[in-house]
């Protein structure tokens, strides 16, 4: 056989000739007919030969059928699919959840949240979990057919200027029942009202306020009566320990704040800080072990909950701290978004930083002692070095909150989720690199 004759392979790819198509041009029935064979010799320079003649060759019917195609271990696998897959937004009647950039941002599990107002969704929030095997680290990503095409959107910035002054702070507190004059604050060079020692408000000059009311919780309340009764170790006659019965007492007879009652503290707060509550997306938690339920009021920005949040903790007696964003949400303008399939090329590009964001299980492996001594490898075997496939299934562009460390700015920037079919979640800033300032500290 001569140096010029194709291998089996590329003789049965000519053969199927899928440059045939119709959306195939003649100068690619060309390049694909003059593919060189596997026996072509490598150029000086170059190192040892590798069989490139059926990779290049899939790499060329994937681009004429516009298939999607990903490297791996035998070489490119190509989709069956031919049409992108389609990038899911939030709806007026079903705001998307907020996309996380830093990891699991739901602050603990809201399986006992229940939603107060139509118009959204709670989402339970997971723990990723840590261990020796937490599979950040090393990943590959096995991507379908995304689209090209790039887009247009709004960046958003909370501005804290819309309320700073001392009537601001004033006007505020005055509105959750406390009365007296804004003064400079020695804590954050704010304002605040009242006393530290009792009820108080602050309002903070980039853009939050919180709230004590100074109503004790309930666990305090009963520490205190179960002190006054007994003491903390006084016995009763039958042996049992009377400070810890009183305090299981008074806890299990304590109620839980009603509904009516966690929807008024809500709207009373949001109003004080002048945050309209049809644009917010509200859940609450209840804390059957402190007698307490905190409820969340996430603000809405075009279709989507975001992660600027008024937090508010009710007891039977009312609210018991709170706070929340006193700035406005202004919009920069729009800016250029890269296209889904760049974004998921991002997943794999160390300037991005594409993390695990969510995962449906906890990944750790447990660390056991061991028994005796590990044995030894066999001349020859293979090097662990793990890498996880992540095939990605659905993808969607949202808001994230993009804190800027050193003005305190809070941006909400349009990023990607994909979602891969093992569950987990991963997301990269959508901006183009020209609408970032990407300047290192050095």
């Given at each position: 056989?001569?140096?010029?004759?194709?291998?089996?392979?590329?003789?049965?790819?000519?053969?199927?000739?899928?440059?045939?198509?119709?959306?195939?041009s003649a100068d690619l029935h060309d390049r694909i007919s003059r593919i060189p064979t596997a026996t072509t010799p490598v150029p000086a320079g170059r190192g040892r030969p590798r069989w490139l003649v059926p990779l290049a060759a899939s790499a060329a019917v994937a681009a004429a059928i516009g298939g999607a195609y990903?490297?791996?271990?035998?070489?490119?696998?190509?989709?069956?699919?031919?049409?992108?897959?389609?990038?899911?937004?939030?709806?007026?009647?079903?705001?998307?959840?907020?996309?996380?950039?830093?990891?699991?941002?739901?602050?603990?599990?809201?399986?006992?949240?229940?939603?107060?107002?139509?118009?959204?969704?709670?989402?339970?929030?997971?723990?990723?979990?840590?261990?020796w095997d937490r599979p950040t680290g090393r990943n590959r990503f096995l991507l379908p057919t995304l689209d090209t095409a790039s887009t247009r959107a709004d960046v958003f910035v909370v501005d804290p200027a819309a309320q700073t002054t001392a009537e601001d702070a004033g006007r505020m507190a005055a509105?959750?029942?406390?009365?007296?004059?804004?003064?400079?604050?020695?804590?954050?060079?704010?304002?605040?009202?009242?006393?530290?020692?009792?009820?108080?408000?602050?309002?903070?000059?980039?853009?939050?306020?919180?709230?004590?009311?100074?109503?004790?919780?309930?666990?305090?309340?009963?520490?205190?009566?179960?002190?006054?009764?007994?003491?903390?170790?006084?016995?009763?006659?039958?042996?049992?320990?009377?400070?810890?019965?009183?305090?299981?007492?008074?806890?299990?007879?304590?109620?839980?704040?009603s509904d009516d009652l966690v929807n008024e503290s809500v709207s009373l707060f949001l109003a004080a800080l002048g945050i309209d509550e049809s644009a917010t997306h509200v859940t609450v938690t209840p804390d059957g072990s402190g007698r307490m339920t905190t409820a969340t009021a996430a603000l809405l920005v075009e279709n989507n909950v975001t992660e600027i949040v008024a937090r508010v903790t009710v007891s039977a007696q009312g609210i018991m701290y709170a706070s929340g964003p006193t700035g406005e949400i202004v919009s920069l303008g729009a800016y250029t978004v890269v296209s889904p399939a760049e974004a998921g090329d991002r997943l794999s590009d160390p300037a991005f930083s594409a993390r695990m964001v969510s995962s449906p299980d906890d990944h750790s492996v447990p660390l056991t002692p061991l028994a005796a001594p590990p044995e030894a490898p066999e001349p020859g075997s293979t090097v662990p070095w793990r890498v996880h496939d992540r095939e990605i299934v659905s993808a969607r562009l949202g808001l994230a909150l993009l804190p800027d460390d050193m003005s305190r700015h809070r941006y909400l920037v349009p990023t990607y989720e994909f979602t891969a079919s093992d569950g987990t979640v991963w997301s990269v800033i959508a901006l183009d690199e020209d609408e970032l300032d990407m300047t290192g500290s050095g």
């Open positions: 056989m001569s140096d010029d004759t194709p291998g089996d392979e590329v003789r049965a790819l000519e053969s199927a000739d899928p440059a045939a198509a119709t959306t195939a990903i490297w791996g271990s035998g070489g490119i696998a190509v989709s069956p699919s031919t049409t992108p897959i389609a990038v899911e937004t939030g709806t007026p009647a079903d705001p998307a959840r907020p996309i996380h950039l830093y990891g699991d941002g739901s602050g603990g599990a809201l399986s006992q949240s229940v939603e107060m107002q139509v118009g959204g969704r709670v989402e339970p929030s997971v723990d990723v979990g840590f261990g509105a959750l029942g406390l009365s007296g004059d804004a003064r400079p604050s020695d804590l954050d060079g704010g304002w605040v009202v009242g006393d530290y020692a009792g009820a108080y408000f602050g309002l903070q000059l980039w853009g939050e306020a919180y709230f004590q009311s100074g109503i004790p919780d309930a666990l305090s309340v009963c520490e205190r009566s179960a002190t006054d009764l007994h003491g903390r170790d006084k016995m009763n006659d039958d042996g049992t320990w009377a400070f810890g019965q009183e305090m299981i007492r008074c806890m299990a007879e304590t109620p839980l704040p």
